[in-house]
């Protein structure tokens, strides 16, 4: 990996993660208004259902690719990196296969399961459709976390976040705007270009894996992790992953089948529109998931509690507005996706909420995970997923999109104390939640007031939100830099081109 600046890492996942989330968001935008709420619903199911598993076939080797490349990196050795990479790659590679071949061959049963009796046949034929993807989707996952390792920060960036939903933003838009096509046909074109951007990242690591592999004779036995060590620490992370994956589609697919296609699209909307709104947290466990790995291999806990506090702190002042401006100007947000998915601007609300408080708890999953204490996440997730599918069973039939934002906010309260619990009383990173307070103040006055005060004074229309935007933004800007210091952010003001100057 290159050697680059926390802050200009953190800078670049940031862009990267930012455009993904909009051309995210744009892909609802244009499914949810050429579909229709019942359309928007059926192509969310298939996304769903494709997600968990390319997801689970990863087998949580994100997290062990990260920790041992960092490990070997922070005692300045070489030759090993090849064999992490290949000790993900083999496994995924067979595993992900075996179960595209049981998915094709149980794919009308499977379709019977999924969806009603009326789309069975059709879901049937799109799992067989999806069955050449899924293994694309779990190894192009793998090689993008080692293209992160091995190529640094832009690279990975490039590659996940803006050139591959990009071109599924094109795919979809060209299908549901020239091709006529309904939720099944969308959903094709959005697994498209997943053979072409899989070569691309193939050719992106080759370089910098085969010079590793040319200096293998430099790494002993002593020094370098064994395929059992490897999988020793990803076993307790596969299973973690994939409960996290089905924490996070299983309400949708459970919507959709206790209560309507309807009532599943209105709900992925306003949870894609809120998850948009994880961009800072994702850039920042990019650019800082390394570091804080070889902190806790060097079992320096004062360094790691700084550098948590200073990037939550980060955390909070940039994806606060975003959630504050979905409370405040709620309508306006979902009036982009269809007229029919303003009804959820109340669920939205608890569901930003809950994203507010798991923003200001920080990096707790990344320093259990660096921390080598994936088990303890592993119990966590189960404990939330079993929460999650409990409360939408209980509560679904009886309050629809509401008691399944209810399940959210308490899952995610939940999943969030435990493992902050964990974080402070045991692996010894103090969270020190009295240092987040001033960070929280601007985003909730200028956002969250101001917002409220543009929707009672001139409505929820788009241009208003657009103006009333824009405007909020510039005083937040000029907020920040007044309160550079006392907010400790003269260092993200310097990385600005030009202004950064007089920061």
Same mark, same amino acid.
């Given at each position: 990996?290159?050697? *680059?600046?926390?802050?200009?890492?953190?800078?670049?996942?940031?862009?990267?993660?930012?455009?993904?989330?909009?051309?995210?968001?744009?892909?609802?935008?244009?499914?949810?208004?050429?579909?229709?709420?019942?359309?928007?619903?059926?192509? $969310?199911?298939?996304?769903?259902?494709?997600?968990?598993?390319?997801?689970?076939?990863?087998?949580?080797?994100?997290?062990?690719?990260?920790?041992?490349?960092?490990?070997?990196?922070?005692?300045?050795?070489?030759?090993? *990196?090849?064999?992490?990479?290949?000790?993900?790659?083999?496994?995924?590679?067979?595993?992900?296969?075996?179960?595209?071949?049981?998915?094709?061959?149980? /794919?009308?049963?499977?379709?019977?399961?999924?969806?009603?009796?009326?789309? /069975?046949?059709?879901?049937?034929?799109?799992?067989?459709?999806?069955?050449?993807?899924?293994?694309?989707?779990?190894?192009?996952?793998?090689?993008?976390?080692?293209?992160? =390792?091995?190529? #640094?920060?832009?690279? $990975?960036?490039?590659?996940?976040?803006?050139?591959?939903?990009?071109?599924?933003?094109?795919?979809?838009?060209?299908?549901?705007?020239?091709?006529?096509?309904?939720?099944?046909?969308?959903?094709?074109?959005?697994?498209?270009?997943?053979?072409?951007?899989?070569?691309?990242?193939?050719?992106?690591?080759?370089?910098?894996?085969?010079?590793?592999?040319?200096?293998?004779?430099?790494?002993?036995?002593?020094?370098?992790?064994?395929?059992?060590? $490897?999988?020793? $620490?990803?076993?307790?992370?596969?299973?973690?992953?994939?409960?996290?994956?089905?924490?996070?589609?299983?309400?949708?697919?459970?919507?959709?089948?206790?209560?309507?296609?309807?009532?599943?699209?209105?709900?992925?909307?306003?949870?894609?529109?809120?998850?948009?709104?994880?961009?800072?947290?994702? @850039?920042?466990?990019?650019?800082?998931?390394?570091?804080?790995?070889?902190?806790?291999?060097?079992?320096?806990?004062?360094?790691?509690?700084?550098?948590?506090?200073?990037?939550?702190? /980060?955390? +909070?002042? &940039?994806?606060?507005?975003?959630? =504050?401006?979905?409370?405040?100007?709620?309508?306006?947000?979902?009036?982009?996706?269809?007229?029919?998915?303003?009804?959820?601007?109340?669920?939205?609300?608890?569901?930003?909420?809950? =994203?507010?408080?798991?923003?200001?708890?920080?990096?707790?999953?990344?320093?259990?995970?660096?921390?080598?204490?994936?088990?303890?996440?592993?119990?966590?997730?189960?404990?939330?997923?079993?929460?999650? +599918?409990?409360?939408?069973?209980?509560?679904?039939?009886?309050?629809?999109?509401?008691?399944?934002?209810?399940?959210?906010?308490?899952?995610?309260?939940?999943?969030?104390?435990? @493992?902050?619990?964990?974080?402070?009383?045991?692996?010894?990173?103090?969270?020190?939640?009295?240092?987040?307070?001033?960070? &929280?103040?601007?985003?909730?006055?200028?956002?969250?007031?101001?917002?409220?005060?543009?929707?009672?004074?001139?409505?929820?229309?788009?241009?208003?939100?657009?103006?009333? #935007?824009?405007?909020?933004?510039?005083?937040?800007?000029?907020?920040?830099?007044?309160?550079?210091?006392?907010?400790?952010?003269?260092?993200?003001?310097?990385?600005?081109?030009? +202004?950064?100057?007089?920061?």
């Amino acid at each position: 990996m290159k050697s *680059e600046g926390l802050a200009r890492s953190g800078l670049i996942s940031l862009f990267g993660s930012a455009f993904a989330a909009l051309a995210a968001l744009l892909l609802t935008a244009i499914v949810g208004n050429t579909l229709g709420a019942d359309g928007t619903g059926l192509f $969310f199911q298939a996304m769903g259902v494709f997600t968990i598993l390319t997801q689970v076939l990863r087998l949580g080797t994100n997290s062990g690719i990260v920790r041992y490349i960092a490990e070997q990196r922070a005692f300045h050795r070489a030759g090993a *990196e090849w064999r992490i990479v290949m000790f993900a790659v083999g496994p995924v590679a067979v595993i992900s296969g075996l179960v595209s071949l049981g998915v094709w061959l149980l /794919a009308d049963a499977l379709g019977a399961w999924l969806a009603t009796p009326e789309d /069975a046949a059709a879901m049937a034929d799109l799992l067989r459709a999806m069955v050449p993807y899924v293994v694309m989707g779990a190894l192009i996952g793998v090689l993008q976390i080692g293209a992160r =390792m091995l190529r #640094g920060v832009a690279a $990975f960036t490039l590659l996940q976040s803006i050139l591959l939903p990009a071109s599924r933003l094109l795919t979809v838009l060209l299908a549901v705007s020239f091709a006529g096509v309904a939720a099944w046909g969308a959903f094709e074109a959005w697994l498209l270009p997943l053979p072409f951007w899989l070569i691309v990242t193939v050719a992106t690591i080759a370089m910098p894996f085969v010079r590793d592999f040319r200096r293998r004779g430099e790494s002993t036995r002593e020094t370098r992790p064994t395929f059992s060590g $490897f999988w020793r $620490f990803n076993a307790p992370r596969t299973v973690s992953s994939g409960l996290e994956t089905a924490l996070e589609w299983s309400d949708v697919l459970i919507i959709a089948a206790l209560a309507s296609p309807s009532s599943a699209g209105v709900y992925a909307v306003i949870t894609r529109a809120v998850r948009a709104g994880g961009v800072v947290d994702k @850039a920042m466990r990019v650019a800082v998931s390394p570091t804080i790995s070889a902190l806790l291999a060097r079992e320096d806990y004062r360094e790691s509690t700084r550098l948590h506090t200073s990037v939550v702190r /980060a955390m +909070i002042l &940039m994806n606060w507005p975003f959630y =504050m401006l979905l409370v405040s100007m709620g309508p306006a947000v979902l009036g982009i996706f269809g007229a029919e998915f303003r009804s959820g601007w109340g669920p939205m609300v608890l569901l930003s909420l809950a =994203m507010m408080f798991q923003t200001a708890c920080g990096m707790l999953q990344s320093i259990l995970l660096q921390g080598g204490k994936s088990t303890w996440q592993m119990y966590n997730k189960a404990i939330a997923l079993g929460l999650s +599918i409990g409360g939408n069973l209980a509560l679904v039939p009886l309050l629809g999109v509401w008691g399944a934002a209810v399940t959210w906010m308490i899952v995610v309260v939940t999943d969030n104390l435990i @493992a902050a619990v964990q974080v402070h009383h045991r692996m010894h990173v103090d969270l020190q939640p009295t240092r987040l307070i001033a960070p &929280m103040l601007p985003p909730v006055l200028v956002f969250g007031g101001g917002g409220f005060l543009v929707t009672w004074w001139a409505g929820s229309s788009l241009i208003v939100l657009l103006l009333a #935007g824009a405007a909020l933004c510039v005083v937040y800007a000029a907020v920040l830099w007044l309160l550079r210091r006392p907010l400790h952010v003269e260092t993200l003001w310097r990385r600005i081109p030009f +202004i950064g100057r007089w920061a």
